[in-house]
């Protein structure tokens, strides 16, 4: 019993103690689930947290993100309105009052908009507040009186002072105060509506949209805005800008038949350049009713939506009075002259030649531009006046509307000036500016003294002449137009060539005045077929007399301009030139007759900077392969071409040598600048002397000499030299010869296999009369030529034995300061040739190919000296 009792107490406390451990067990699992649960719960707090965190974070750097580039839009948008602004209502439309002064609008450009405020978008700087008006709107403002008429003051002198004095007509309707609001404009000529006057007003602009429609617009324009923007010149019609102060009083009169005008204009009145600008009536309707409603010092436009406008003050009365007191004065002197930028096209190059040129050089009076035209009839203009009566200006003129309309491939220049100063130095690259005309071939500048370039272009055009006549003849075209339809590929450009104080060139009785006239007289003659047009100025009354003299010449230039004051241009019972104003001149292409007088204001081309950038435009727009002008410049010194001196290896005696290499001796005064070449060949007579007393010069030629012989093949040089003036120069030779020795006398002649000059400076210092006669003599046969400087031909003559001795082993020479006269030894003809010695200019004759000798410029060689 009692181990039953036992066994039984030691089952239950078996059962407690595993029931036991079993709670205990889940007891354990349940605080584990609890602490890993809490230990979830926590993590899930602090992702939440990280979370929140996260979001807040990414929330506020997307706000500023949006912000910044809500202000970088907002400014970049700011921006582009101002700049739109800025462009659309420049100077007087759109500058405050405190810089405000009218501008004068650019030939054929648009009215802008107008300035009444500003406006404040967020943070950003005030955009100015702009309406449209002139050929684009009719304006209705609602609103305070005093307010609104201030706006209307400051529209009304924006408009005025942005057009033409006239272009803009005033007419206004002002019950209440009897124009006494807009008085400040009376100098204008307004016209001002009486209080039952509205309806006759009304009528009368109702007739005017109707006669515009019918006589100006004619069916061919949609508006009076798209005629003026197609047809240069002054308005055809002005605008009608009609002013309504209106009260309640007026709109309740308003009788329907009124109120239809009204509407007629409303509709109608904008293509037609009428306006209407009205305060206190409710205009109809239209797209082209812009509406203002006005509080105190703001408003809000239809256009700008709810954007608030701050609007600016009525310009100050005192201004208002004098800008009017101006225009009137303008008014009554007629409208300005033209300026330069009027004569351009409205499309530049549009043009074709191939009829003639037909260009503006000015306006009448009434404004209207005044056209020449070069072609087959009349081919040649002469022009004339007093020194200071505006040629120059005149040609700049002329020049700009001809190459702003004719491109280069339809128009060539050739441009001389004979006159001591540099007028077509603008045309050509400068140092300050790389642009030329693109028209231009060729400019002459300081040609006073070199009247053989003018006849090298004469010569050169003559060449063209020839050309263009046997196309011509080759095609069966008996002039320009028909030449170039036969050859469209061809480049036929019309070709225009000025020469300023023309007179200069036929001066005194030589063969440059001869040839210069057989010339000009068949270019005259024949260039009117080929398309080559002549413009001769002078303000000379003898050159012109000179040419009334050559009756074949005169009588081709049937194009007369005379500038105030000339004579002799016109015909002599023709007085017009005595009495046209400064800066006027009279066109005439009936060679003057009285009665085929044009006169013309001459705008002023003189400035700088204004045809600086037109010829930028010009000059930005030429064609592929355009070639820069060729300038002579006759106070230029030519450098030696670097083509003419030695470089690279050396040339071995193996090295061919041609027959007859050339020395070059100097530029020639020709329209291609090419080198002036003495052909030194094994033919008796193939020396140089160089004679004169200028060493500068003289150094240069012989170095020029040397160096571009040189450049041609194996040579040996001799240099003698017997002035210690010329050592230098002479060593500087020495070193940049690739082959060469100093002689302290006169060489014998080594026999080399390649050719040996002797260079010999101041070889009348004592030379040894044998031994130079002999190199003379003998050496060219051998391939030694002496290339010498003497000082004089009477020293030449000494060096080479005295009186008797023969100077015809001297087979060319270069003359500098040597008298035509004293040059007679040497040359063919009895007496010597014709030959008054300038600086930097020389005389070449070579026997063996000149008929008359050459004026040629000394290169220089190195630029130490000059
Ligand atoms: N239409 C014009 N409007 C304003 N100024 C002008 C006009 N024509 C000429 N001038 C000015 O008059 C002056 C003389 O003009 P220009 O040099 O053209 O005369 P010119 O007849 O060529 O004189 P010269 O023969 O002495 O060279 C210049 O200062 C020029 O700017």
Redesign the pocket.
């Known amino acids: 019993m009692g181990n039953h009792r036992n066994a039984l107490v030691a089952a239950v406390r078996q059962e407690l103690a595993e029931a036991r451990g079993a709670a205990r067990a889940v007891l354990a699992e349940a605080e584990s689930a609890r602490s890993e649960a809490q230990t979830r719960r926590q993590l899930v707090r602090d992702a939440y947290s990280t979370c929140l965190n996260q979001l807040a974070e990414a929330r506020d750097s997307a706000r500023r993100d949006i912000q910044r580039r809500f202000q970088f839009e907002s400014s970049r948008l700011a921006g582009n309105v101002r700049q739109l602004a800025a462009r659309n209502a420049t100077g007087a439309a759109g500058l405050p009052w405190r810089m405000w002064s009218p501008t004068e609008p650019q030939p054929g450009a648009r009215p802008g908009l107008l300035r009444i405020g500003t406006l404040t978008l967020d943070d950003t700087a005030a955009l100015p507040a702009l309406v449209p008006f002139l050929d684009a709107a009719h304006l209705n403002l609602d609103g305070p009186a005093e307010t609104a008429d201030g706006v209307i003051t400051g529209l009304l002198l924006r408009a005025l002072g942005t057009t033409r004095p006239g272009d803009v007509e005033l007419t206004v309707y002002d019950p209440e105060y009897l124009g006494g609001t807009l008085a400040s404009f009376a100098p204008l000529g307004i016209s001002f509506v009486g209080p039952g006057g509205l309806g006759p007003a009304l009528d009368e602009l109702v007739e005017h949209i109707c006669r515009v429609n019918e006589s100006v617009l004619a069916g061919e324009y949609q508006s009076l805005a798209d005629l003026t923007a197609a047809t240069p010149g002054p308005r055809a019609e002005p605008w009608r800008v009609v002013v309504l102060l209106a009260d309640s009083a007026t709109t309740e009169e308003l009788t329907n038949a009124q109120r239809a005008q009204l509407d007629r204009i409303v509709r109608t009145g904008v293509s037609c350049g009428v306006h209407l600008l009205v305060r206190g009536l409710e205009l109809a309707e239209h797209p082209t009713v812009r509406r203002l409603k006005v509080r105190d010092q703001t408003a809000t436009c239809d256009i700008t939506g709810d954007l608030e406008i701050r609007l600016d003050s009525a310009p100050p009365a005192e201004r208002v009075a004098a800008f009017c007191r101006a225009t009137a004065e303008r008014l009554r002197a007629g409208p300005p002259?033209a300026r330069l930028s009027d004569l351009e096209p409205r499309e530049f190059w549009a043009e074709s030649s191939a009829h003639g040129l037909v260009a503006p050089i000015g306006d009448s009076t009434d404004g209207s531009l005044i056209e020449v035209l070069l072609g087959d009839d009349p081919p040649h203009a002469l022009i004339g006046?007093?020194?200071?009566?505006?040629?120059?200006?005149?040609i700049y003129a002329w020049l700009a509307a001809l190459s702003t309309r004719y491109g280069p491939e339809e128009l060539a220049l050739y441009l001389l000036d004979f006159?001591e100063?540099v007028?077509f130095a603008r045309f050509v690259p400068g140092p300050r500016d790389p642009a030329w005309l693109p028209q231009v071939r060729l400019a002459g500048i300081n040609v006073n003294g070199d009247r053989e370039f003018g006849l090298a272009m004469l010569r050169h055009l003559s060449e063209e002449l020839r050309t263009r006549a046997q196309a011509a003849k080759r095609l069966d075209a008996s002039k320009l137009a028909e030449l170039r339809a036969e050859d469209p590929d061809g480049h036929w450009p019309r070709i225009v060539a000025v020469i300023?104080?023309f007179q200069v060139l036929l001066a005194g009785r030589d063969a440059v005045a001869d040839e210069a006239v057989s010339l000009l007289e068949d270019l005259a003659r024949r260039g009117r077929s080929q398309g080559i047009h002549l413009i001769l100025a002078s303000?000379d009354v003898s050159g012109i007399e000179a040419l009334w003299g050559r009756s074949g010449l005169i009588g081709q230039f049937t194009l007369r301009i005379a500038?105030p004051k000339a004579r002799r241009i016109l015909g002599d019972d023709n007085l017009a030139a005595a009495v046209i104003p400064r800066?006027h001149a009279v066109v005439n292409a009936q060679s003057g007759a009285a009665g085929a007088n044009q006169v013309v204001?001459?705008?002023?081309?003189?400035d700088r900077l204004v045809w600086r950038s037109l010829q930028r435009r010009l000059w930005r727009d030429r064609p592929d392969g355009c070639e820069e002008p060729r300038l002579f410049d006759g106070d230029a010194v030519p450098l030696l071409p670097e083509s003419c001196r030695p470089a690279g290896p050396v040339p071995s005696a193996a090295h061919p040598v041609g027959s007859s290499p050339g020395a070059v001796l100097g530029e020639r005064i020709d329209v291609a600048a090419r080198p002036a070449r003495l052909r030194l060949g094994r033919m008796p007579g193939r020396n140089l002397a160089v004679l004169g007393t200028r060493t500068d010069e003289a150094c240069d030629i012989l170095a020029a000499a040397a160096l571009s012989l040189a450049a041609q093949g194996p040579a040996h040089f001799s240099l003698v030299c017997l002035d210690p003036d010329a050592a230098r120069p002479a060593a500087r030779l020495i070193a940049e010869l690739p082959s060469a020795d100093w002689c302290d006398a006169l060489p014998e002649a080594p026999p080399l296999d390649v050719p040996h000059y002797v260079i010999g400076y101041a070889l009348d210092g004592g030379a040894d009369q044998a031994l130079l006669r002999k190199l003379v003599t003998e050496g060219p046969e051998q391939r030694t030529h002496v290339l010498g400087w003497w000082r004089s031909v009477a020293r030449l003559r000494d060096s080479l034995g005295g009186l008797g001795a023969r100077l015809d082993p001297i087979g060319a020479w270069v003359a500098l300061d040597v008298q035509g006269a004293d040059l007679a030894p040497l040359y063919p003809q009895p007496g010597g040739p014709a030959w008054y010695p300038r600086t930097r200019r020389a005389l070449f004759f070579d026997r063996s190919v000149h008929r008359t000798p050459e004026v040629i410029v000394p290169y220089e060689v190195n630029s130490d000296h000059t």
């Not at 006046?385 to 005149?394: A, C, D, I, R």
């Not at 204001?601 to 003189?606: F, N, S, T, V």
């Open positions: 002259p006046g007093p020194s200071g009566s505006g040629k120059t200006n005149l006159k100063g007028s300023d104080e303000q500038l800066f204001r001459l705008p002023d081309a003189g």
